[in-house]
């Protein structure tokens, strides 16, 4: 069965650090891979996408990932955590031939200390 | 603005009651979904519509029931047989199906029984 794995269900980081939430999935193909964003108590943003190309990406916020396929990762990285940052985050993925039903990891929540 | 709303953001029922949640969008959007989130386990899909009058059961339909009478709205509703309905819902709509069409969520609806 297809899924989704975000390892570290809690991540602290300093602000001002750089930061990186990890993303595994499991499919026979290669799937198209998203990150989005959630505050406490709101929907969720999409950060970035991933379909075909270049296999890093630049997204909102100063947010980037970068697919490799040999390991099945889609990892999200920022080079200097701002304190606002600190919200819960999900990869999620979608087969090319799903329409668009998402299947979402468990989520990391982020905490930046001052 | 463009957007999604959903009402209300905290709702409380008794357990055997029925309830709707609500959930409209003014995007022009086709397709309409709800996900169910709880606390380490991500999202998952209960219902999703491609268009007016259409939808299919996602991941998790058991308990629940949708319906798509208009472009516009996609109301929930978590009937007495939904075994555990305290969650928090979200409710998202996008374009169209397809993976390159990407998902705007409302704010949420939180939703206890007791």
């Known amino acids: 069965a297809q899924s989704v794995t975000q390892p570290d269900i809690h991540i602290t980081v300093s602000e001002g650090a750089s930061l990186e939430l990890r993303c595994n999935y499991s499919?026979?193909?290669?799937?198209?891979l998203f990150w989005y964003v959630q505050s406490p108590g709101q929907g969720l943003q999409l950060l970035l996408k991933y379909f075909s190309g270049d296999t890093l990406v630049q997204g909102i916020k100063g947010f980037e990932a970068e697919f490799k396929r040999s390991q099945s990762s889609f990892n999200l990285r920022k080079p200097s955590v701002h304190w606002s940052d600190a919200a819960e985050y999900f990869c999620?993925?979608?087969?090319?031939?799903?329409?668009?039903?998402?299947?979402f990891g468990g989520g990391t929540r982020l905490m930046v200390k001052p | 603005d463009g957007g999604i709303t959903q009402s209300p953001k905290y709702l409380f029922r008794k357990e055997g009651q029925n309830v709707t949640l609500s959930c409209e969008q003014n995007?022009?959007?086709?397709?309409m979904y709800w996900y169910r989130q709880d606390p380490g386990q991500g999202l998952r899909l209960i219902y999703y519509s491609q268009i007016v009058n259409d939808f299919q059961k996602g991941d998790i339909a058991e308990g629940y029931s949708v319906s798509r009478e208009k472009k516009e709205s996609f109301p929930l509703t978590v009937t007495s047989a939904q075994k555990n309905p305290t969650a928090f819902y979200l409710c998202?709509?996008?374009?169209?199906?397809?993976?390159?069409?990407?998902?705007?969520f409302g704010n949420g609806t939180r939703l206890t029984v007791t």
């Open positions: 499919y026979g193909a290669t799937p198209y």
């Open positions: 999620a993925v979608v087969l090319n031939n799903a329409g668009n039903m998402l299947t």
């Open positions: 995007l022009n959007h086709d397709a």
């Open positions: 998202a709509s996008s374009a169209r199906t397809g993976a390159n069409s990407p998902l705007h």
